[in-house]
């Protein structure tokens, strides 16, 4: 990867970002169903599309984290 694809997949934080496939994979769900997530604001990403190309969705890691703690149904501690 060259310098310049690197700096395109990174956030100022250099957490390196997902793109829908991989957030599907870490969610445990289709590619299509993290697209209506992203679709009904329930997960934040960024488009890295131009207006003229269709959308290209980026999740960043601290965003997926976030995501799937607002929906674990009881805490972690309750789980010893």
């Known amino acids: 990867m060259s310098p310049t694809t ?5 956030t100022p934080n250099d957490t390196a970002l997902l793109n829908v496939r991989e957030a599907a994979d870490a969610l445990g769900v289709t590619p299509w169903w993290t697209r209506r997530l992203i679709a009904s604001g329930d997960l934040r990403a960024i488009n ?3 207006p ?6 980026r999740v960043v890691p601290e ?3 976030a995501f799937i703690r607002a929906r674990e149904n009881r805490s972690r501690d309750l789980l010893r």
């Open 48 to 50: 890295v599309g131009g």
């Open 6 to 10: 690197t700096h395109l997949r990174t």
């Open 63 to 65: 965003d997926l984290a």
């Open 52 to 57: 003229e190309k269709s959308a290209r969705w």
